[in-house]
């Protein structure tokens, strides 16, 4: 079955370390985004992807690192830099191109929950 | 200003109601629109696509207003299941950007 996988589902960090959270798809997206989701709060984008090799930041990219250097794969880097990372991390893709294709629906992953002790 | 606002809830209705949320966007220029319900401590799962002319899948409607920049969600005769925080989803065009509303969270009481 086609989807996106987000590993680990949960991860417990110690302040300074960095950790990087997987993020595959197999529905062929060109588009993957990651988001941060606190509690009781909406999603906002940490960054996002068009196409391989390329990357945009969202609007809380401080703190954090990725990279697509294939068309499945969008992993998130929370460095020590990122100065509050508890938080549920969602990883989504959509079909980018233009005309009706693109419905711009986005599938997620079913998140990595981020703890730093 | 936010670019998607949400009215924030929580809305606690009873069962068979009928709820109404609305959701507004700043840029002009959005292309396409969703409403995605989340269940507590899972990911947000696509409810409805929103279109121009409305659009209903069946106790629920969804309808755009370009001119006044809202989009709008109804929920009829509304069950326990119903229970959720629904987002407000819009596509701003620019280079693939999808933006969300913080949610509006319903409960459902018997």
């Known amino acids: 079955d086609g989807g996106i996988t987000q590993s680990p589902k949960y991860l417990f960090r110690k302040e300074g370390q960095n950790v990087t959270l997987s993020c595959e798809q197999n529905l062929n997206h060109d588009a993957m985004y990651w988001y941060r989701q606190d509690p009781g709060q909406g999603l906002r984008l940490i960054y996002y992807?068009?196409?391989?090799?390329?990357?945009q930041k969202g609007d809380i990219a401080e703190g954090y690192s990725v990279s697509r250097e294939k068309k499945e794969s969008f992993p998130l880097t929370v460095t020590s830099a990122q100065k509050n990372p508890t938080a549920f991390y969602l990883c989504?893709?959509?079909?980018?191109?233009?005309?009706?294709?693109?419905?711009?629906?986005?599938?997620f992953g079913e998140g990595s929950r981020l703890t730093v002790l | 200003r936010k670019e998607v606002e949400q009215d924030p809830g929580p809305f606690n209705v009873p069962e068979g109601a009928t709820v109404a949320f609305n959701c507004t966007y700043s840029?002009?220029?959005?292309?396409?629109f969703f409403w995605y319900r989340q269940d507590c401590r899972k990911e947000p799962k696509l409810l409805m696509s929103v279109y121009s002319s409305g659009n209903e899948d069946g106790r629920f409607t969804a309808q755009l207003n370009r001119a006044s920049q809202y989009i709008s969600l109804l929920i009829r005769d509304s069950k326990l299941s119903d229970s959720a925080t629904y987002l407000c989803v819009v596509n701003t065009g620019s280079a693939s950007k999808i933006i969300f509303g913080s949610g509006t969270r319903l409960s459902i009481r018997p």
């Open positions: 840029n002009s220029a959005s292309q396409s």
């Open positions: 992807s068009q196409i391989v090799n390329d990357f």
């Open positions: 989504a893709s959509s079909i980018r191109g233009a005309g009706a294709a693109n419905t711009g629906e986005l599938f």
